[in-house]
């Protein structure tokens, strides 16, 4: 009774608003939001200088470092890539394709420790392609940077592929009519109207890879100051009993989680407005 | 579209330079075609990059699961599957997953049916909030159950006098694949259930059915496919799930080691042989969940046009 006299805007005859709502906010209180709200509490109640110096000590910052360095470079790579895998996979027709589609999810189905392992052994001095560079991958920050791709790549893929597919084809014929070389059709007529999808896709893949741990920690070597990602710290501290300390560094990458959010958040509604624009000339 | 091709202008694959004579395409109206598409060879060479880095990153890894598990032969593998702390992870991760994947599914027909079933002031927040462990970093997921359950936590004295052990025992186990798996059944049930709109709901409680019925007989119909689509993805990360989980387990071997961490533990103990065994457990659940997904995938498609063509 309590909900649907004070939140719903409007009646209605369908039952169980009340029922559902509750159970939605009991849930959510218990299994996310009271444990969230444990790390904040933890860290306000903590002295303001052991947090100061947990989170700004030089092994910390060499971490905050390579995590964003290191997925910066992925999403990049990752928004590039993506764009010509979700190109190829939407326009062009080839033998399989409904398997190699399938393939794009493996990172969201592949267990994240499995992955690492996998790449690790791909990546070795004696691995199938670890072999053949003349640089060493696994056990190097440049792990790190394969791990970030590997697990990114779907978020792109799967940004971009719907609105590759409703873009509209007679924007593209009129551009050519009026005389717009291919490139030019891309540049200035497709490229805008993939952007704010494009940039989600980007910030997903970003957002994934700096809170990525199990397919990192194998390839990494985890050397502290060279090839320790933050999670690692997190876990680090919370073995030799600095619970407080552990806590501050995931508030740090709670809070920029939480402002990726809304990032996030803005820029498909960004996306949205531009869909819902295109979709509107288009009848 | 029938129109614009009927029209004269055979000249535009001309106008847009050399890419037009790339395709040798004898009839006009695939000439046409031939000015809102790339010349062949930028086609190939787009196809080979696409392809080439999903075999570099994708293919290869998958691959190598599955030969380095037999690389030592058959009977390395099959005891290694088979051996009592493997058998214990499995039966663990099963169990994780047997509570978590219902747990969830109810929480998302509840969230779905109050999102988008009825309009409500703080939509747009809950919205958000459902979605919050997505893009909480599965460390600190973990992290933070320490912190309600653990010894120094808001819970633990309670917990130490009672003789009740959550955190390095199952139930955190099981709270953190709950945590990391919480989105994923309600996200894909509120687009289509709001695309879907209530119009059939309304229809049958006018004509007289109560609540269950409608949800049995009008509702459920409806979304069995999205329901059985968020279950697949679920189920798969709580399967699956490794940072989280890392941190409240405490890593015993043969009584919180889920597969995951048994494959972190054979791995840190040099036997790889017998941890790409037991990863490749974990691979073939994988491709089953991708192949089921790309199944559903096309039905839940089908639901949501149905619910667009009929609003």
């Given amino acids: 009774m309590l909900f649907s006299r004070t939140l719903l805007k409007r009646h209605s005859v369908l039952p169980g608003f009340d029922l559902a709502l509750g159970f939605t906010l009991l849930y959510l209180s218990l299994i996310v939001l009271l444990p969230l709200s444990a790390a904040f509490l933890k860290t306000a109640s903590a002295g303001w200088e052991h947090i100061w110096a947990s989170v700004s000590s030089p092994r910390v910052v060499a971490s905050y470092q390579l995590t964003f360095g290191a997925s910066l470079a992925a999403a990049t790579l990752n928004a590039l890539f993506g764009l010509i895998i979700t190109w190829v996979l939407v326009r062009y027709p080839f033998p399989g394709k409904r398997l190699v589609d399938a393939l794009v999810d493996l990172p969201f189905a592949l267990p994240t420790a499995v992955a690492g392992i996998a790449l690790t052994a791909i990546y070795a001095d004696n691995g199938v392609i670890g072999q053949w560079l003349p640089f060493k991958v696994s056990f190097t920050p440049l792990g790190v940077f394969v791990a970030m791709v590997f697990i990114g790549l779907p978020f792109v893929v799967r940004t971009l592929q719907p609105v590759l597919e409703d873009i509209n084809h007679e924007l593209e014929e009129a551009a050519a009519t009026l005389g717009a070389t291919r490139w030019q059709t891309f540049r200035l007529v497709i490229l805008p109207a993939l952007l704010p999808a494009l940039l989600t896709g980007f910030a997903l893949a970003f957002a994934r890879a700096l809170g990525e741990y199990g397919s990192i920690i194998f390839i990494a070597g985890n050397m502290p100051m060279v090839s320790e990602i933050t999670p690692l710290l997190i876990i680090t501290k919370l073995e030799q009993y600095d619970v407080t300390g552990a806590t501050a560094i995931a508030v740090v990458m709670l809070l920029i989680a939480f402002v990726l959010l809304l990032g996030i958040n803005l820029l498909q509604a960004w996306a949205r407005r531009r869909q819902g624009l295109a979709e509107g000339s288009d009848r | ?311």
Avoid at chain 2, 140 to 147: A, H, K, M, R
């Fill in chain 2, 1 to 311: 579209m029938s129109a614009s091709l009927s029209l004269p202008v055979p000249d535009t694959a001309e106008l847009s330079g050399s890419e037009g004579s790339g395709v040798a395409i004898p009839c006009p109206p695939a000439r046409l075609e031939a000015a809102t598409a790339e010349p062949f060879w930028l086609r190939l060479t787009l196809t080979a990059v696409a392809l080439g880095f999903m075999t570099l990153f994708l293919f290869v890894p998958l691959a190598t699961v599955f030969f380095e598990a037999f690389r030592k032969g058959f009977e390395v593998y099959l005891a290694a599957i088979t051996e009592d702390d493997a058998l214990s992870a499995i039966r663990l991760t099963l169990t994780a997953a047997l509570i978590s994947v219902p747990l969830n599914l109810i929480f998302g027909v509840a969230a779905a049916w109050a999102i988008a079933k009825f309009d409500f002031r703080g939509k747009n927040l809950l919205l958000t909030l459902i979605d919050l462990p997505f893009s909480v970093s599965p460390v600190v997921s973990g992290l933070i159950y320490v912190l309600v359950f653990g010894l120094q936590g808001w819970l633990g004295e309670f917990l130490g006098d009672h003789d009740l052990k959550v955190i390095f025992a199952v139930p955190g186990i099981v709270l953190a694949t709950v945590f990391v798996t919480f989105p994923f059944v309600a996200r894909e049930l509120i687009p289509l259930m709001q695309a879907q709109g209530s119009e059939q709901e309304e229809a049958a409680v006018v004509l007289g059915a109560s609540g269950w019925q409608v949800f049995w007989r009008v509702t459920l119909p409806n979304i069995k496919w999205a329901l059985l689509y968020g279950v697949i993805l679920c189920n798969a990360r709580a399967f699956g799930e490794f940072g989280a989980v890392s941190v409240v387990s405490g890593h015993i071997r043969g009584q919180t080691n889920t597969l995951p961490l048994h494959i972190e533990t054979l791995y840190n103990e040099y036997q790889f042989a017998a941890a790409f065994a037991v990863a490749s457990l974990l691979a073939g659940l994988a491709l089953v969940t991708l192949g089921l997904k790309a199944l559903v995938e096309l039905r839940v498609k089908a639901e949501l046009r149905t619910a667009a063509a009929n609003p």
